[in-house]
C-alpha cells in the first residue's frame, strides 16, 4: 500500500473558547519548516521562547533530536506506550510505522494532546459517547497489547493514552468522587468530572507498581513537593492502579505545557542534563524564586527518593495565561537511571549525589532555606515504612526500597 506523508499542519493554542491559530509546520524533502501566522505575533505569546522565539518568516529547526521538529511540537507526540498503540493502529492499515513523519504524528494526536496544543488535519479517533470503563478490563487489555495482542481494542486504548509519554501503559478518563464513575476523559467531561491519569504495570514493573507510586506520592507531599491529587484506584485482582488528577487541565481550561526537554531540545532517552540548567530554565522562564525553589526541592526528594528517572521530559513548566509556571511534579517513584545514575545530574554527580551537591546548588541560585528544605525532604523519606504500609506496598517491595533510600 503507498503512503503519501502529510504535508503541511496548522497548529492552534486551544486554552478556551475558539482556538488561536499559532502557525503553520510544513514538510518539504527531509526538513521541517514553521512559521507564525501573522496575528498571533501580535499577540507576544511566547509558547517556546528559547528554541522558537516570536519572529516573522519561516524558520527550520537545525537540531535533529526530534527529527527536525520543534521541542515545542515534539512535546505533544506520544512516546513509549502511546507511540506502541499508534504504531500498532497505523499497520492494521497497512502502513509501515517507520514511514511516519513526525508530522504525520501530530494529525494523530489532533485535539487530544496534552497540554494545550491542537493540530489540524485530525485523523484522531474520538467516542462520542462516554460509556463507564473498567480498570480492570483495562489493565487485561494493556496485558495483552504489550504481549502483541488484543488488537481489536487497540482504537479505544489509543484514544484513551491521550498522545501520553512513558513506558508504562496509562489511559486518560474522568473520575466522579461521588459515585466513583470512570468515563473516557480525553475530552471536555460532564459536570462532576475531573480528568486524571491512571497507569497500569508494564512488563517490566514489580507487580505493586501503583501502589510504590501511590507511596510515593504521599511521600512527596509530606515533603513539600507540589503534586496533584493522587489515588490508589481498587483492582478485583491484584494491588491497584495508580492514578493522578491531571495539571494541563482546570475545568474547561486547557494549559499549555513543555517540558525541559523540549525547551532546551535536550534528548530525554540520553543523560543530557543537570540540574544547575533545570534551575536556570526556572529562573529565565518564570523569573521567580519561589518557582527556582521548587525546581530545589524536587531536585532534592529525587535524590534521597532515589528517583533516577529525573530525565528531561519529567520536569515541565505550565503557561497559565502569560506566566510560566513549574508544573507539578510528576512520574515519582523508585527507580534506577541509565547504568545506574541520575538521568539528571546534580553539579555534575549522577552516580551518588547527596546534601553537599545540592546545597552547592542552592548557593549557585541563592536559595537560603535550602538546609531547611533537604532537612524536611529527609524526615519524609524516614517515614517511607509510613507511607508504605498506607498504600499497600508489598513487604518484599517496603523492605528493598527503605534499605536504599534509608541508609
Known amino acids: 500500500m503507498s503512503y503519501t506523508p502529510v504535508s503541511l499542519v496548522h497548529v492552534s493554542l486551544a486554552t478556551s473558547g475558539k482556538p488561536q491559530k499559532i502557525g503553520r509546520l510544513a514538510l518539504q524533502g527531509r526538513r521541517i519548516y514553521f512559521e507564525y501566522d501573522a496575528d498571533f505575533l501580535q499577540s507576544g505569546l511566547e509558547i517556546s521562547p528559547f528554541k522558537l522565539p516570536l519572529k516573522p518568516g519561516v524558520t527550520v529547526c537545525e537540531d535533529s533530536v526530534f527529527e527536525g521538529l520543534f521541542g515545542v511540537f ?14 500498532r493502529q497505523v499497520r492494521r492499515h497497512g502502513i509501515a510505522p517507520e514511514l511516519l513523519t513526525p508530522l504525520d504524528c501530530l494529525t494523530h494526536v489532533g485535539q487530544h494532546g496534552m497540554g494545550a496544543l491542537v493540530y ?11 460509556p463507564d470503563i473498567s480498570l480492570d478490563y483495562l489493565a487485561e487489555e494493556t496485558a495483552q497489547v504489550l504481549e502483541g495482542e488484543a488488537e481489536d481494542v487497540i482504537d479505544e486504548l489509543l484514544e484513551l493514552s491521550g498522545s501520553s509519554a512513558g513506558a508504562r501503559p496509562k489511559v486518560m478518563v474522568g473520575v466522579s468522587p461521588i459515585d466513583s464513575r470512570i468515563i473516557h476523559g480525553s475530552h471536555k467531561l460532564p459536570r462532576g468530572f475531573s480528568p486524571w491519569i491512571i497507569k497500569f504495570a508494564s512488563s517490566n514493573d514489580a507487580r505493586d507498581i501503583g501502589p510504590i507510586e501511590y507511596a510515593y506520592s504521599l511521600m512527596a507531599h509530606a515533603a513539600g513537593v507540589e503534586i496533584m ?20 487541565r ?5 494549559l499549555h505545557m513543555h517540558t525541559v526537554s523540549g525547551l532546551l531540545h535536550a534528548d530525554h532517552r540520553l543523560p543530557s542534563l543537570d540540574y544547575e540548567s533545570v534551575l536556570r530554565v526556572g529562573l529565565t522562564l518564570t523569573r521567580d524564586a519561589r518557582q ?6 524536587l531536585a532534592a526528594f529525587n535524590v534521597f527518593a532515589h528517583n533516577r528517572d529525573d530525565h528531561a521530559k519529567n520536569i515541565a513548566f505550565l503557561l497559565d495565561g502569560s506566566t510560566w509556571l513549574v508544573a507539578p511534579a510528576y512520574d515519582l517513584s523508585f527507580s534506577g537511571g541509565p547504568g545506574g545514575e541520575h538521568s539528571t545530574t546534580v553539579m555534575g554527580e549522577g552516580k551518588a549525589p547527596g546534601a553537599e551537591h545540592l546545597k552547592k546548588l542552592a548557593e549557585k541560585f541563592s536559595i537560603n532555606n535550602a538546609d531547611a528544605i533537604i532537612d524536611r525532604v529527609r524526615a519524609a523519606i524516614a517515614d517511607w515504612p509510613k507511607f508504605a504500609d498506607k498504600a499497600s506496598v508489598s513487604k518484599i517491595s517496603r523492605e528493598m526500597i527503605g534499605k536504599v533510600i534509608n541508609k
Open 74 to 87: 515534539n512535546d505533544s507526540l506520544p512516546d513509549g506506550w502511546g507511540r506502541l498503540l499508534l504504531d
Open 120 to 130: 489540524e488535519p485530525n485523523v484522531s479517533k474520538h467516542m462520542d459517547s462516554k
Open 229 to 248: 491529587s493522587t489515588h490508589l484506584f481498587p483492582a478485583k485482582k491484584g494491588y491497584g492502579y495508580f492514578g493522578v488528577q491531571r495539571f494541563d
Open 250 to 254: 482546570q475545568e474547561d481550561v486547557r
Open 292 to 297: 527556582v525553589e521548587k525546581l530545589f526541592r
